[in-house]
Structures are given as structure tokens and as C-alpha cells.
């Protein structure tokens, strides 16, 4: 401000101006009935005229002395239309906008809303902006510029790739700023180029780094919008370590210790990823989120992270953005803890749902096409392989109810016994002449109790069940309702689950 600002001389030269041209407008505005003491002649105001035409050129001045001062030499970029272009392919719609030159939304086509409307993993409301100061001294933002794309591709990508580059231009036409999409069909990976052409000697890369300023905001997308927030959050893993999480549906935030491969915005289903084989570097570099105030929304995420800079000869940051499905088979295949994302439990849980579950649900997935059936016939599978071990749960059980009246008769001869060692050994001996083994029926338990616990882990969390009806319910993986109440009861809910009902049945009539 201070360096813009007009001199003393400029603001008394404008104070004389405005006064002059007061001082005219007084004298023509005046009544009919009073008579003008000398009448001004066009001739007259003449010289007015061109001092004001003078002043609009100072301002015009000003303001271009204020671009440079703020931009320095992308001055050129930093005024525009702010336009569209639309990219199509087989998965997904990708709006890229001129401000930024950023991606202004992304449309899923495969996938909707629970209310059937377009699911958009993100909308202009996110921000992915590069920072850089130069070395006069301008910290540049690229949100701030306007860019213009070169060579437009196709709007419809049906097979085959594409590549969308966003130019910014600067006041010399050897230096300006290129981000590069490259987009494939049968992909949900977008591969991101920064190059910042002839600036290696403009660009302050020995004081400042380059920083990705990453911002985005999540819309409501499921049936139930507080169970979609408790499975929404910032996922992330230092390299070659494991995935490391934030708080999920609560505030938290995080700086970053060391070079992270990816950060991913998680969204229950769906992700948004930032992802670089060597790793973001970890200086000044931090992920936080919160739950978003607004009704239609759910998470707030933003992340800031240092790029690590290739001098080609000339700047060069390249990274990529998986925007897609949590999809175990999809993220699994880049071997990198992506799939950990999706929450299959932790420990040994995780494990019998990767080596066990999801190979059988995937296996019947290949000849059946309801989920609700395979669910069934997953559930008897299970229950098939367990049989053994519930068997002798079973028989350990009758063992011990033909044991109780000969262990009541014990209780009682030794009701009066002041050594309790006596009771215990003589218990333990009608055990062993009986050949029952009092622990055999929790053990066969325990060995159970992974496997279960792994099923509960991996209905909710598999995509492949979300909005896939079966029998009254339309959503697998959410809460079923025969009956919507008028009102909430505290603890339980608003609705009435009959598979809850059901399930409540069919245990007590199994016990």
C-alpha cells in the first residue's frame, strides 16, 4: 500500500481537480431564475476536460503499477474470464475452470447419491493452488491467475488418453507457468505436471519451496449423513511405513514428521488422493479436517504439502490424483497401504477379511448377481467352516449339563469344607474320569470370535454393497427401515430395522 500510494503532489493535483470540476458543476446546476455571473463556454471547460482525461490515465497507472508490485511479471495473468472446459471420459466428468487453472468439479458416472442425484466428489468449493515467491520478491498463488488452455483436447475421452494443458502467461513469452492433466480411459488416476518454464533463475527455490495448497469440502452422499461423517477423514503414509489416520468425523489435525507417498480426503466410499512415489517432503508441510456446519455437507479437509521440485532444466513437480472408489480390488493394486484405507479391522480382524471374507465374497460374486443372496450363502459358508469347532462347543456343552447333578452332589458334600483345594481337586477328577474338558467350550469361542468380527468389519465398509437392494431393504450398506417414526427415541433411533428384528429372533430360537 505504501509503495502505490500517490505522492503529496498527486493528491493535491487530484484535490485541485475535483474541486474545479465541483466548482463547474455548481455553476451549470444552478436555478433558471438565477443568473449565472459569467456563463462558462464550452471552449472554457475545455482544460478541465483534459485534466480529467489525464487523471484516468493516472489511475489506470496506478493500477498497473499495483499488478506489478503484487504479481510481479505475471501482471499479464492476473486479469481474465474466468471459463470452463469439460473433459468426458468412460468414469468420470472433470470441469477444469481458467481461474487457477484447476479442476472445478469432479463427477463420478458409475456411481449416484442415495437420493439418485449426481455424485460430485468435489465442487468449486475445493482449492488446489501452487505456491512459489520469486525472487523480487512476489509470492505467486496460481489460484490467482488466469490460465488458458493450449490445444484443447476432445471433450469425450472414450478410450485411449488425453492430456489438458493450463498455460499462465507472464510479460515475457519464454517464462510462463504449464499445469498438465493427463486423463485415461478405464482409470480414475490423473496424472499432474507443474512446470514452470524458462523461471529457473526467477523462481526463489533456495528460501521457499514450492507448496500444494489443498482444500476441499465433502457433500452428503449416503442415507445416513452422521454414519458417512464417523467414516470420513484424512488417511496418510509416511513412506515405505504404514498408513497412518486422523480422527475420523471429529476435528484433528496433524504436521507431518516425514515424507508422506499420499494424502487422501476419505469420504466412507469414495477418496480423493494425492499421491508421489518419492514422497511429499515433510517440511512445513500438515493435514487437518472438521465436521462442515453446513446441513448438506460433511467433512472439511485441507492439506498442505511441500513438492519436491525436478530441474529439467527448468522447475518441474509431477504427482497424481486418484478421485475414485474405495474399491479394495482398485486400491489394492498400487501396493502401497491405499487399501487401508477401507476399514477391514484392525490386526488379526483385517486379516481374515482380506484372506478369508473377501476372496469368498469375490468367488460368488463371479456367478451371482444379489448381494443379498451372496451375504446369505457367505454367512452359511462361514458358519460351514466353524462347524467343527461349534460342534464341540456343543458337546463340551451336554458333557457339562450330564455333569451338573454329580457337581451339585460335590457342592453340596463339600458345602461345609474349609479347604476350597479339596472341592476344586475333587471336581477336577470327575472332569477327568468323564473326559471333559471344562475349557473346550470357550476355546472353539475365541477361534470364532475373528472371523465374525471380521464379517461385521466388511459389510459396512464394501462399496460393492452400497444401494444394492434386496427383500424390503434398498441399501445393504446401510440400516433397513420398515417404518420411518415421526420422532426419535434417545439410544435407539427413528426408524424400525427388521433385520435387527429378525436377527433378535432367530438368536434366541438358535440359543
Not at 436555478?31 to 487523471?55: A, F, G, K
Not at 499421491?275 to 492439506?303: C, D, Q, R, W
Not at 488379526?348 to 443372496?373: A, D, E, H
Not at 477327568?432 to 471380521?454: D, E, F, H, T
Request: with cysteine; hydrophobic share 40%.
Amino acid at each position: 500500500m505504501w509503495y502505490v500510494s500517490p505522492s503529496e503532489e498527486e493528491i493535491q493535483r487530484q484535490r485541485a481537480i475535483q474541486d474545479s470540476i465541483q466548482a463547474a458543476q455548481e455553476q451549470v446546476e444552478l436555478p433558471d431564475q438565477v443568473e449565472s455571473p459569467t456563463p462558462i463556454t464550452p471552449e472554457e471547460i475545455q482544460p478541465e476536460t483534459q485534466t480529467v482525461t489525464e487523471d484516468d490515465s493516472l489511475v489506470k497507472s496506478l493500477a498497473q503499477q499495483e499488478k506489478l508490485a503484487r504479481f510481479g511479471l505475471f501482471a499479464p495473468s492476473s486479469e481474465g474470464s474466468d471459463d470452463e472446459f469439460r473433459v468426458e471420459t468412460d468414469l468420470y466428468i472433470a470441469t477444469f475452470q481458467s481461474k487457477g487453472g484447476q479442476i472445478k468439479s469432479l463427477e463420478l458416472k458409475e456411481y449416484k447419491t442415495y437420493d439418485q442425484a449426481p455424485l460430485i466428489l468435489f465442487d468449486e468449493e475445493a482449492e488446489l493452488e501452487y505456491i512459489f515467491q520469486l525472487h523480487s520478491g512476489q509470492l505467486i498463488s496460481t489460484s490467482d491467475l488466469y490460465f488458458s488452455p493450449q490445444d484443447l483436447p476432445r471433450s469425450t475421452l472414450e478410450d485411449g488418453s488425453t492430456t489438458l494443458i493450463m498455460r499462465a502467461s507472464s510479460s515475457d513469452p519464454s517464462k510462463y507457468v504449464d499445469i498438465s492433466y493427463d486423463l485415461t480411459a478405464g482409470s480414475y488416476e490423473v496424472d499432474v505436471a507443474v512446470d514452470l518454464v524458462g523461471m529457473a533463475d526467477v523462481v526463489d527455490l533456495k528460501r521457499n519451496d514450492i507448496v500444494l495448497n489443498w482444500e476441499m469440502v465433502a457433500q452428503v452422499k449416503e442415507k445416513s449423513k452422521e454414519r458417512e461423517m464417523e467414516r470420513s477423514g484424512i488417511f496418510y503414509r509416511y513412506k515405505d511405513e504404514q498408513r497412518e489416520y486422523l480422527s475420523e468425523g471429529k476435528e484433528d489435525e496433524e504436521e507431518l514428521e516425514a515424507k508422506v507417498n499420499w494424502v487422501a480426503f476419505k469420504q466412507n466410499f469414495f477418496s480423493v488422493v494425492a499421491l508421489h512415489p518419492e514422497g511429499f517432503i515433510s517440511s512445513n508441510s500438515m493435514v487437518s479436517h472438521a465436521p462442515a456446519e453446513e446441513e448438506e455437507n460433511t467433512m472439511k479437509y485441507n492439506a498442505e504439502l511441500t513438492l519436491p521440485v525436478e530441474f529439467t532444466p527448468d522447475p518441474h513437480i509431477a504427482y497424481s490424483i486418484y478421485a475414485g472408489p474405495n474399491k479394495y480390488s482398485i486400491l489394492k493394486a498400487y501396493d502401497n497401504e491405499m487399501d487401508r484405507i477401507i476399514d477391514l479391522g484392525w490386526g488379526i480382524f483385517g486379516w481374515m477379511n482380506k484372506w478369508l471374507v473377501i476372496p469368498i465374497f469375490n468367488f460368488l460374486s463371479r456367478f451371482i448377481s444379489s448381494y443379498g443372496v451372496i451375504i446369505l450363502i457367505l454367512t452359511v459358508v462361514i458358519k460351514m467352516l466353524l462347524f467343527p469347532l461349534t460342534y464341540k462347543n456343543y458337546l463340551s456343552s451336554a458333557k457339562m449339563r450330564a455333569l451338573k447333578p454329580e457337581i451339585d452332589e460335590l457342592n453340596k458334600k463339600f458345602e461345609n469344607e474349609k479347604d476350597p483345594m479339596k472341592k476344586q481337586q475333587a471336581t477336577m477328577s470327575l472332569y477327568k474320569r468323564s473326559g471333559v474338558n471344562p475349557a473346550a467350550g470357550c476355546l472353539p469361542m475365541l477361534v470364532q470370535m475373528p472371523i465374525l468380527y471380521a464379517m461385521f468389519r466388511f459389510f459396512p465398509a464394501s462399496i460393492e454393497l452400497r444401494q444394492e437392494p434386496f427383500l424390503w431393504a434398498d441399501d445393504l450398506s446401510s440400516y433397513d427401515s420398515i417404518l420411518d417414526l415421526p420422532f426419535e427415541i434417545p439410544l435407539y433411533g427413528d426408524h424400525i430395522s427388521l433385520f435387527t428384528l429378525l436377527m433378535a429372533l432367530s438368536t434366541f430360537l438358535y440359543t
